[in-house]
């Protein structure tokens, strides 16, 4: 198994109720540090694009940084949450994650279960980043398949 890193996003929600994800991440080091925060700083926004929670908290390498929260919209709930299926590019092992707080303005119209890719827009930005950033468990590239719109009680 490859050393990874990771990055854990803990965003809250209108009732302030607060939903995390861990992501694998490349290992940091002095040569690739500014590099990695670059890509991590993109994925951030990225994800902003396509949920409505406010980042409270993010655990990187060493760094706990607080934020916040809450949420302004009474919209915003962790327990919608947009599900994002993705695969290994190399071993094809498949992996999925949870967005808390998802943002349904971004649903394919023609789909109503996901959010659009190829929307040009703020879910492709999303994917890019997502694709740059995050690598499998095994330290691979991995590719997007689908971001589905879901709700947990927890």
Same mark, same amino acid.
């Given at each position: ?28 080091? #002095?040569?690739?540090? /500014?590099?990695?925060?670059?890509? =991590? +700083? ?5 994800? &902003? $694009?396509? *949920? ?49 707080? #998802?943002?349904?303005? /971004?649903?394919?119209?023609?789909? =109503? +279960? ?5 929307? &040009? $827009?703020? *879910? ?31």
């Amino acid at each position: 198994m490859a050393e990874k890193g990771f990055d854990q996003l803990s965003w809250a929600d209108y009732n302030n109720e607060v939903g995390r994800t861990r992501l694998h991440a490349t290992v940091l080091t #002095a040569a690739n540090f /500014v590099a990695q925060g670059a890509l =991590r +700083a993109t994925l951030h926004t990225a994800i &902003a $694009g396509i *949920v409505n929670g406010v980042l409270v908290k993010t655990a990187y390498g060493n760094d706990e940084i607080p934020f916040a929260g809450p949420a302004a919209d009474p919209g915003t709930q962790r327990e919608t949450k947009w599900l994002v299926q993705f695969h290994d590019v190399t071993t094809l092992k498949k992996y999925k994650i949870e967005l808390p707080g #998802a943002d349904t303005a /971004v649903l394919d119209p023609n789909d =109503r +279960a996901h959010a659009e890719i190829g929307d &040009a $827009g703020a *879910v492709d930005a999303f994917v890019d980043a997502f694709e740059a950033y995050v690598i499998s468990d095994q330290g691979g590239a991995v590719v997007v398949d689908e971001i589905t719109l879901v709700g947990r009680n927890l």
